[in-house]
């Protein structure tokens, strides 16, 4: 059972559905609302890979691709999570191509690639120039409902998932609700592809349906979580108001700065130079940290805008390049009044991505038997403390495969490790094929190691006695003022502990760690959010040092970082 119709949740179901007769299961895929309804549909700078050679960029290579993704990941990733997704990425390309997505080609018929911040060479693949989630999404929901319609895969729209059904220690199936009723499907395995949760924050580049649900369903069933701190604010989102029940704020890609955009504060003057060597190109929470310290030094509003400058651009590229590559920001720019060609974009720091998640292996396999997570609801520690442009599209794909390999390994089991005898299997997709991550279960005992720090939930000092406002009753609106507040792009340890009071209170009134009742599932959502933001903030607590996209302003950085590690606990 696949929850989730991102990039790994469609390609996962997929792949399960198409594995060779004997290999293959009988798939459910459940989705909270409509197929579309996800953040993959919303990506817009693409998919990083260094394909094989002769398509790859002149100089690049996969060793080149692991180094840049350590390096945005401040030395938190898990090593050998970052090499296999970067050696794994062009079979996964190929699986796109083979589902039937087709990427932009340069003019000599070649495969385009584009130079993204903080990438040391050309190697993001582009789909309808910055439409590139839509039409991966698009060519997937394609597949699916073929498969759908033929009998080899159950679709479930509009299905929310309310809990996961656990017995014997091992989850057994979920509890979802569709059209007001409570229904119940048993499975030998659930795949979480939730996605994130930037709908704990005031401003994020998020769609609707980004509430935390993945995180909350597997925390509540026992699943270890880690790296909660770490959320990745993106740089440059439109400033203008969110419409209810419209798509999130625009996101002008990094690819923009990539062909030359600079940003300007309200007086003209380009400031990145000043905060970072690769000004534009520096890491997103580089960018992002440096737009919030900028508004500081100048005495401007925490929540005024910056000014993203493309005209420079248009004028070397010549007239109508913006157009051609970036059609979809072109478009929302001109409805939203704006000529990019001829003026600066307001924009501002925007929730955008979640490295943190639920813990797994390098076989999506959670602390929980017959549990898996793929994608940003997951945290492999691919992404370290930050992650590189463009690697989340790519994680959803590497890791969701893996986690299907796994299960049809037949050992559902925590703990098979590297030694196991790994079986195979051939995907119908078109020849992939699938190496199995477990297999027959190794000497070790069958306990897995995650081989991360446990950090125990911090409490108020003895003797110290909170004084903060009270917040008054929880709504959205009320948490994601907060946490934009208190543990956004810059965090302190007194505003990281008013978040704490002010979160506290509403849960002894919200009660998150429980499962709502009846049939509305906002309420369910709601739950959700509060029990998110409460594990950042505790993570966020407990990370006195700033690294990665966790900034102290009240700290110096990590000399020797290690991971976070949560569990449930009474």
Excluded at 45 to 56: H, I, R, Y
Excluded at 379 to 402: D, K, M
Excluded at 408 to 415: C, E, P, R
């Amino acid at each position: 059972m696949v929850v989730g119709s991102g990039i790994a949740g469609l390609y996962a179901a997929l792949l399960a559905a198409d594995a060779d007769e004997g290999a293959a299961a009988e798939v459910v895929l459940l989705s909270k609302g409509q197929l579309e309804h996800s953040n993959t549909f919303y990506a817009q700078g693409g998919v990083s890979a260094v394909l094989e050679p002769g398509e790859a960029a002149p100089g690049d290579s996969v060793e080149a691709h692991i180094a840049d993704t350590l390096a945005a990941g401040a030395g938190l990733n898990n090593r050998e999570a970052v090499r296999i997704l970067c050696t794994e990425a062009a079979q996964d390309i190929a699986g796109l191509r083979r589902y039937g997505v087709t990427f932009d080609a340069d003019a000599q018929g070649d495969t385009a690639l584009g130079l993204e911040a903080a990438h040391s060479a050309p190697r993001i693949l582009h789909a309808g120039g910055d439409a590139t989630g839509a039409r991966i999404a698009r060519g997937l929901i394609a597949a699916v409902l073929e498969r759908a319609v033929s009998g080899r895969l159950r679709l479930e729209t509009g299905a929310f998932v309310t809990e996961l059904t656990t017995a014997g220690g091992r989850v057994t199936g979920v509890e979802y609700l569709q059209n007001g009723e409570l229904k119940s499907l048993q499975a030998a395995g659930v795949l979480l592809a939730t996605g994130g949760a930037g709908r704990i924050f005031a401003r994020t580049s998020n769609p609707a349906v980004a509430t935390a649900d993945g995180l909350a369903l597997a925390w509540r069933a026992g699943a270890a979580v880690g790296d909660l701190e770490f959320f990745q604010f993106h740089p440059t989102t439109m400033a203008m108001r969110e419409t209810a029940g419209g798509p999130p704020p625009l996101l002008v890609s990094e690819a923009v700065r990539g062909e030359g955009a600079v940003l300007l504060d309200a007086d003209g003057h380009r400031f990145m130079p000043d905060y970072h060597p690769d000004a534009e190109l520096a890491p997103r929470d580089v960018v992002s940290r440096s737009i919030a310290l900028h508004l500081a030094r100048t005495r401007a509003p925490a929540d005024s805008p910056v000014f993203l400058d493309a005209r420079g651009i248009e004028a070397a590229r010549g007239s109508g390049f913006l157009a051609r590559r970036f059609p979809t920001i072109n478009a929302a720019t001109r409805a939203a009044g704006y000529d990019w060609t001829a003026e600066p974009l307001p924009v501002s720091p925007a929730a955008h991505y979640w490295m943190g998640g639920v813990s797994t292996d390098l076989a999506g396999r959670t602390s929980v038997p017959g549990l898996y997570a793929a994608g940003e609801v997951a945290c492999t520690g691919a992404q370290g403390a930050n992650r590189l442009a463009s690697n989340s599209l790519l994680e959803g794909l590497v890791f969701g495969r893996r986690a299907v390999e796994s299960f049809l390994g037949a050992d559902s089991s925590v703990g098979a490790s590297s030694d196991a005898v790994p079986p195979r299997a051939v995907s119908a997709a078109g020849g992939l094929p699938l190496t199995h991550a477990s297999g027959t279960p190794s000497n070790d005992g069958g306990q897995r190691d995650f081989g991360w720090a446990e950090v125990a939930s911090a409490e108020v000092p003895e003797g110290v006695v909170n004084s903060v406002p009270d917040p008054g009753p929880f709504s959205r609106d009320a948490l994601g003022r907060l946490m934009t507040a208190h543990a956004g792009v810059l965090r302190s340890g007194e505003g990281l502990r008013e978040a704490e009071a002010a979160l506290s209170a509403w849960a002894a009134v919200v009660r998150p760690e429980i499962v709502a009742e009846g049939p509305d599932p906002r309420e369910y959502e709601d739950r959700n959010l509060l029990l998110a933001a409460r594990l950042l903030v505790d993570a966020a607590r407990n990370r006195t040092v700033s690294v990665g996209a966790h900034y102290r302003a009240d700290t110096h950085h990590a000399s020797a970082p290690t991971h976070s590690m949560q569990r449930i606990s009474s």
